[in-house]
Each structure stands twice: as structure tokens, then as C-alpha cells.
């Protein structure tokens, strides 16, 4: 699919972005072992959630859409005790699905095959792996235990105590899961701190659950179906954030945003920058933190991005990258090598794509330098179906001068199918598929 994207005189409209994705996938996947029934609303419709939903299902958790709401999921809990599956698991391609799984199959008395697309088939798997091995799980990956599919052999899980190499909140969920079904306590020791939205849903749900700074140690424990309301995922309204600050004439609001401080990080690096951001009306949605956001037309600074700050903001960088380039001075964007295993080289697809449009700016590597206040030119972009490359494509393109045609366009529908909808509300006109 080809979109073509103009720039526009002005952008503003209020906004809602779609449930969490993060946070989404957790709700179905912990329901699914826990005890009962549960409605999970505003979930995301993303293709990513609904990998998962499909795997749950071939697990005999019965889990389905309402007709009248395609957001709102309701999930019947197994109990812990799912069934072995006929065929294969395809968590498409959604790193969550098949690394949190992962945890949960590690601890069942089954065989199951867990794959997906090419893209996730060539992501890193070795750093769940390794620890779900020393808790006991018998797993074999593709090229020495490093790639998917996984065969997984699962039951007689150990806890361990475990310093995690590098700061990912999908290993550390991962491991969380097969700790409640280990013997014994587990205990992870993060060298940074990440999104906690699995140990927050765990201990709403009852899990065994103490946190101490980075370390977090989970006992066996049995879950309790909770009914959750899903807050809208920041990392999609990061893409309106920066649009709404780095465009001249423009005022932005995001509503029922999800604003976790293990998320939030984007608003934190924005503020450096000079953004003008409000957080209105603040309140509580699924028990996390949420808030409506403001955003208007701001003179942003160029600063530096490195250090602990990078684990939280990793999906945003990209379109941080943009912000960037409108940005006085230089952005130093460092210690983000991980944004090269991400559904493509996100650190190479950027660099690329931006000079391209124009932009004076050199890549690193684990991260890229930008030379701000540059004047982008629209032009014909590539994807790499990458959804977060496109839509930083899609927001630098409204500042470009002329029109700017986005190759690969429909992997928008993996995290925010609406994204082009709602690109052409703020912008007041018809965007042109």
C-alpha cells in the first residue's frame, strides 16, 4: 500500500489512541492462566494482540470479541492448566507474544512449537533461552538455541536467581511467568529499570510478588481473573506528541494516554526539548496511571539521549529522531543498539529514510547524531514494514516541503491500525491512500 502525505497548515483535534499494546497483551495472557472469567476493555485491535488472542485459543482458553465492540476481549481463565496444542503457535509478528508465551509454555507439562513471521524468526531469542534453561525448561531454537521457532518441552521449573544481561522488559516478563509455576522462588536483578506493567497486573492479580528497586521476586503462585480497562498506548500518542511540537501552528490533545513512570519516558526527553505538554484530568484507568495530553507548537533544543532513559523509550525513538531534526542544535541519540533488532535496523531504515527527505544526519552504532532545523523534502520513502518507521515517516512528512509517498504503508495495522484515520482528522483534510 502506498500513502501519500502532504504537509498542512495546521494541526489540531483531539485524539484517542488505541489500548495499550503492551499492557493489552498482558491482560490476555495472564487472564489466561488465571481462575475465572475476565472483560478486558479498550484492548488493542492491533495485529500484534490479536496474535495473541489466536495462540491463547489453541491453547483451549476460550477467549472472543464482542460483536458490538471489537476492543473489548473477554477471556475465560484455564486455571493455569492450559492444553497442548495440535498445531503450530504464531505469534506473527509480535516479539511480546512469543517471548512472554515462551514463559508460560516452559512451565507446562506439554510439547508446543512456538514460530513466527520472518521478521521474528531472525529476532534474538537465546536472552530467554539461556535463563528458562537454568530454571530447568527444556527448549531448542533454530541456529544453536539463538532464533525461533522454539520447541519447548515444558514443566519442572526451579526458580533461580538471575542478573539480566541487558534491560528488557520482555525477558524479565517472560522469566516472571515461568516463575509462578517454578518450585521455588525466583528472583531478577535488572541492570536498568523497565516497564513494569507485568509485575503491577501480577500483584492486582494476586501473584507472590515483592519489588525492591531493580529487583523483583516472583513465588509460585496462583492467578485471579481481573477485569481490566486498558489506558491508550503512549508510545502511539508519541507519534502526535512530536508531530503537534515540532510543527509551526499546532495544539494536539491525546486523551485516557497511559502515562506509567517505567513508560512515560518520551514526555520526560520532549520536556528537554522544549515542548510545551500538559497532563490533564489524571486518574486511574486498568490500575495504571492515565492523563489527557496537550500538546502545542514548541522551539525545541537539540540534547543528548543515552544512559538508563534508552530501555524506556526504545519504541520511540524513531519518531524522536524527527523531532530531532526540527530541533535547534545537535541530538546525540546513544546506548540504543537494541533498536537494530527490532522488526527491522530502525537505527539504519531512520538514518536512511531521513537524509533522504534532507536531513544532516549520521548514524552510530547504537544510536545517530542529527543536525536540527533542517528543511525535510518530500519524497518516496520505504517502511521496511516496520509500523514505527512509517509513522515517523508519516509525521515527518507533515513538515516536508511537497508530497511524501510512504511505501509499505498497511504496517501501520500493527500496533495502530487507526493511524491513518486519525492523521487525516488532525490534519483537516483528506490524506490520500
Known amino acids: 500500500m502506498l500513502q501519500r502525505v502532504v504537509s498542512v497548515d495546521r494541526l489540531e483535534g483531539t485524539l484517542s489512541p488505541p489500548g495499550d499494546k503492551s499492557i493489552s497483551h498482558r491482560a490476555i495472557l495472564l487472564n489466561a492462566i488465571a481462575r475465572g472469567p475476565a472483560r478486558i476493555t479498550n484492548c488493542s485491535t492491533s495485529i500484534?494482540?490479536?496474535?495473541?488472542?489466536?495462540?491463547?485459543?489453541?491453547?483451549?482458553?476460550?477467549?472472543?470479541?464482542?460483536?458490538?465492540?471489537?476492543?473489548?476481549?473477554?477471556?475465560?481463565?484455564?486455571?493455569?492448566l492450559l492444553w497442548e496444542p495440535s498445531m503450530l503457535l504464531d505469534a506473527g509478528n509480535s516479539g511480546t507474544t512469543l517471548r512472554l508465551l515462551s514463559g508460560i509454555l516452559a512451565g507446562q507439562s506439554f510439547f508446543s512449537v512456538v514460530t513466527g513471521d520472518h521478521s521474528l524468526r531472525h529476532r534474538p531469542?537465546?536472552?530467554?533461552?539461556?535463563?528458562?534453561?537454568?530454571?530447568?525448561?527444556?527448549?531448542?531454537?533454530?541456529?544453536?538455541?539463538?532464533?525461533?521457532?522454539?520447541?519447548?518441552?515444558?514443566g519442572g521449573l526451579h526458580g533461580i536467581d538471575y542478573k539480566l544481561?541487558?534491560?528488557?522488559?520482555?525477558?524479565?516478563?517472560?522469566?516472571?511467568l515461568a516463575g509462578l509455576q517454578a518450585s521455588s522462588p525466583t528472583t531478577l536483578r535488572e541492570p536498568a529499570p523497565t516497564r513494569n506493567h507485568t509485575e503491577n497486573m501480577l500483584a492486582a492479580m494476586g501473584a507472590d510478588i515483592a519489588i525492591d528497586g531493580n529487583t523483583v521476586m516472583i513465588s509460585p503462585s496462583t492467578l485471579n481473573a481481573q477485569d481490566i480497562r486498558v489506558p491508550g498506548d503512549i508510545s502511539a500518542a508519541a507519534f502526535w506528541m512530536v508531530a503537534a511540537a515540532t510543527h509551526p501552528n499546532a495544539t494536539l490533545e491525546i486523551s485516557g494516554v497511559g502515562v506509567n513512570p517505567s513508560?512515560?519516558?518520551?514526555?520526560?526527553?520532549?520536556?528537554?526539548?522544549?515542548a510545551d505538554i500538559q497532563m490533564n484530568n489524571p486518574r486511574e484507568e486498568g490500575g495504571e496511571p492515565a492523563a489527557d495530553i496537550v500538546v502545542k507548537s514548541s522551539s525545541l533544543e537539540g540534547i543528548k539521549i543515552s544512559g538508563d532513559i534508552i530501555p524506556n523509550v526504545i519504541d520511540e525513538l524513531p519518531v524522536l529522531a524527527v523531532a530531532a531534526c526540527f530541533a535547534r542544535g545537535t541530538t546525540v541519540i546513544r546506548d540504543a543498539a537494541e533498536l537494530r533488532l527490532k522488526e527491522t535496523d530502525r537505527i539504519t531504515a531512520m538514518v536512511q529514510e531521513l537524509r533522504n527527505m534532507g536531513a544532516v544526519i549520521q548514524e552510530l552504532p547504537d544510536g545517530m547524531v542529527i543536525e536540527g532545523s533542517?528543511?525535510?523534502?518530500?519524497?518516496?520513502?520505504?517502511?521496511?514494514?516496520?509500523?514505527?518507521?512509517a509513522?515517523?515517516?508519516?509525521?515527518?512528512?507533515?513538515?516536508?516541503v511537497g508530497e511524501t509517498v510512504i511505501e509499505g504503508a498497511e504496517c501501520v495495522s500493527v500496533s495502530y491500525p487507526e493511524f491513518w484515520e486519525h492523521l487525516e482528522t488532525v490534519t483537516k483534510r483528506d490524506v490520500i491512500a
Do not use: F, W
Not at 544481561?165 to 516472571?176: C, H, N, R, T
Not at 513508560?263 to 522544549?274: D, K, N, P, T
Open 391 to 400: 509513522m515517523a515517516l508519516a509525521v515527518a512528512s507533515l513538515l516536508a
Open 165 to 176: 544481561p541487558i534491560a528488557s522488559s520482555q525477558v524479565k516478563s517472560a522469566l516472571l
Open 263 to 274: 513508560r512515560a519516558g518520551v514526555l520526560e526527553i520532549l520536556r528537554r526539548m522544549g
Open 374 to 389: 533542517a528543511s525535510l523534502n518530500g519524497t518516496t520513502c520505504q517502511s521496511y514494514g516496520d509500523h514505527r518507521v
Open 125 to 154: 531469542m537465546a536472552r530467554i533461552i539461556e535463563p528458562l534453561k537454568l530454571m530447568g525448561a527444556n527448549i531448542q531454537g533454530r541456529h544453536d538455541d539463538a532464533l525461533a521457532p522454539l520447541a519447548i518441552h515444558g
Open 48 to 80: 500484534d494482540c490479536e496474535a495473541t488472542v489466536a495462540c491463547i485459543r489453541k491453547l483451549g482458553v476460550l477467549a472472543y470479541h464482542s460483536h458490538s465492540e471489537p476492543s473489548v476481549v473477554t477471556v475465560e481463565g484455564a486455571g493455569g
